[in-house]
């Protein structure tokens, strides 16, 4: 019975969606009745739309917690549920069983974007009706694609007759708290930035483009950036500690499909920042408003079609991914013919010199452009290739060598951008500020320089730049009351921090990482860096659903005191699957990082084993992003309101 209501409340918010978009609809119309009872025309219908819109975020999230309820029961009477859960799993991966698989993720896609719609219903005031009502359509228009995908093609709640004995388990490779919460963090970032494309939808409609519809417009790019981040960085560390290649990016398109949408979401947050603060940017802000929302489709196609193999991509049915494909093409070819109609009619907004605060943002926003250009053709290129019948594959060494030299650029922009005025600045003022990040770079670049030599230049202009950064990001705070200073400010400088920190850690993990691969007996000794690594015993040990061998290490850093290490070789029975859990050390310096391979007749085990120097700074600097954008919003949200307020008591 679960599984019926779940699908009854899932058709009936997609009815709500229809009534949404009809009375969206007649609220754009009743904005433009002229004559005395308009404003009381314009006040029911928003009223009636705003109610409907919560109705349906609401059914939407009743059918999505009907859903992780039947994975909880482990209900084997659903086709769903038998084919991704078993008894035997853990309740956490149980419920996350439930977005682990393609009906179930697209099911939180919905819900996710149902309950955003309701959030901006509910919350938003500072719109005009009109202008609210076009947006909440455009949402409503989305949702009701998403819809007919799971009721026609994806249904999540079918049932399987007779009921399964049991489930064939989840990949164990998703049997992970890291990727327990990846997905949801970054269906967030996704469909936040949906609402971003309604807004920019319902200020081309009604030709409502200002500084109101870009702060309204902020709030929702700044939560969705924030969610990308996370989901990012969050993937990231996943992939370093359970793959066991001890990497922490590979450029892998399912890796890509994510990228994307922060590097469009990133430059439309600095874009709908000078809207919102200095009306600059008109279309700009429109266009990638709309750009950011195609590669959330992008990434949403590439990872739910089929297309791909990885252990992120579920779909393997074509016909899914035409589906999502022909949503692609309506949404962005819909938006992209409404953005070349009025564009025409959005008015230029103000202007300001080249050397000026505007003016670094534009240049940063054109180095994300380029960078996510070069990332968008190096991962679909092979796909069309591939279906032109031409297999060729781009990897690592490609982006590496075309992004590289443009994301020194963009960390040069972000440093001097905090620095410049808004309008205009002067240029020798400009290099009397940069003294101090200059010197830091200097003295970073020698430093580095004399430990790596010339063979790692690229990596040695990454620490001058990483150090340059950031002392040009506290720069803003110089000379201010820290007490007073807006908490804007503090995210601004909190966030290009944490780019300088992270940037430090990748190029560290780079140029100093020491790599050991040997075949040892128990008793021998393998040396890494500055570690004595020894294989004291290997033995067998079993988990709540999986066995393993694992590898007892006893490991000395010069004379200190030692510590074991256990890496493991785990065998899952459902399904049949071999995995290796390295075992890692966290230190202030960076991390070793070990893994048991297989052993051989000679009693031998093969070890993998990392010195990673500062590696940990990678992640350290994607949390203070999400930190610094956290701050922003907060900041940015008080700072309105308190603005509202004031406007009331005038």
Do not use: C
Not at 349 to 360: H, M, P
Not at 547 to 573: C, H, I, M, Y
């Amino acid at each position: 019975m679960i599984a019926e209501l779940g699908l009854a409340a899932l058709w009936l918010a997609a009815a709500f969606a229809v009534v949404q978009l009809l009375l969206a609809w007649g609220g754009a119309r009743a904005s433009g009745i002229e004559g005395e009872h308009r404003e009381a025309a314009e006040a029911e219908m928003m009223r009636a739309l705003r109610r409907v819109a919560l109705v349906q975020g609401l059914l939407a999230l009743l059918s999505f917690m009907l859903l992780i309820a039947l994975f909880v029961r482990s209900d084997m009477s659903v086709l769903l549920v038998a084919e991704n859960s078993h008894s035997l799993k853990p309740l956490m991966y149980k419920v996350a069983g439930a977005w682990g698989n393609h009906e179930g993720s697209m099911l939180l896609w919905v819900t996710v974007l149902a309950v955003a719609g309701a959030g901006v219903a509910m919350f938003e005031r500072r719109l005009a009706a009109g202008t609210l009502a076009a947006t909440l359509g455009a949402q409503a228009a989305i949702g009701l694609g998403f819809y007919a995908f799971l009721g026609f093609a994806s249904n999540p709640f079918v049932r399987l007759n007779p009921a399964a004995a049991d489930g064939q388990g989840l990949n164990p490779l998703l049997q992970d708290p890291g990727l327990a919460f990846h997905p949801p963090t970054l269906y967030l970032g996704y469909v936040g930035l949906s609402v971003a494309f309604s807004f920019a939808v319902g200020a081309l409609v009604m030709r409502d483009v200002g500084p109101a519809f870009a702060r309204a417009m902020r709030p929702w790019v700044l939560g969705a950036w924030i969610f990308l981040t996370i989901g990012i960085t969050a993937g990231s560390y996943w992939a370093y500690y359970e793959l066991g290649w001890g990497g922490w990016w590979f450029w892998d398109p399912v890796e890509n499909a994510s990228l994307m949408p922060w590097l469009a979401a990133t430059a439309l947050l600095h874009s709908v920042t000078v809207l919102a603060t200095r009306d600059g940017l008109r279309a700009w802000t429109l266009m990638l408003a709309v750009v950011a929302f195609s590669m959330s489709m992008i990434g949403t196609f590439l990872v739910r079609s089929g297309i791909l193999v990885s252990v992120h991509a579920f779909a393997v049915d074509p016909t899914r991914g035409t589906f999502i494909l022909a949503l692609l093409g309506l949404y962005i070819g819909g938006a992209l013919a409404l953005f070349g109609a009025r564009v025409g009619t959005v008015t230029q907004g103000s202007t300001f010199q080249l050397v000026s605060r505007e003016g670094a943002l534009v240049l940063n926003n054109l180095l994300l452009s380029v960078i996510l250009g070069v990332v968008f053709i190096g991962t679909l290129y092979p796909l069309v290739a591939q279906a032109a019948g031409v297999q060729l594959s781009i990897g690592a060494p490609f982006f590496n060598k075309a992004i590289a030299p443009v994301a020194l650029a963009l960390v040069a922009a972000t440093a001097i951008g905090p620095l410049l005025r808004w309008r205009r600045d002067n240029l020798n003022a400009l290099l009397g500020k940069l003294l101090w990040p200059v010197a830091a770079a200097g003295v970073a670049f020698a430093f580095a320089f004399v430990l790596t030599g010339a063979s790692h230049l690229l990596s040695v202009l990454g620490i001058a730049f990483a150090a340059g950064l950031a002392v040009a990001s506290v720069l803003p705070l110089a000379r201010r009351s820290l007490r007073r200073t807006p908490l804007h400010i503090w995210g601004m400088v909190v966030a290009h921090l944490g780019i300088a920190v992270s940037l430090g850690g990748m190029v560290a993990d780079s140029a100093f990482t020491l790599e050991r691969l040997a075949a040892v007996q128990v008793g021998d000794n393998v040396r890494v860096g500055p570690f004595q690594v020894a294989l004291a015993e290997v033995r067998p040990t079993i988990g709540p659903n999986w066995s393993a061998v694992e590898a007892r290490l006893t490991v000395r850093r010069g004379e200190g005191k030692p510590f074991d290490l256990f890496p493991q070789q785990r065998f899952f029975n459902t399904p049949p699957t071999n995995t290796s859990e390295a075992a890692i050390e966290t230190m202030l310096d960076g991390q070793l990082y070990t893994v048991l391979g297989q052993g051989d007749d000679q009693g031998r085990w093969q070890l993998r084993l990392w010195w990673k120097p500062f590696v940990t700074l990678i992640w350290l600097g994607g949390g203070l992003i999400a930190l610094g954008g956290l701050l922003a919003l907060v900041g940015r949200v008080r700072r309105e309101r308190r603005q509202a307020d004031a406007e009331i008591y005038l």
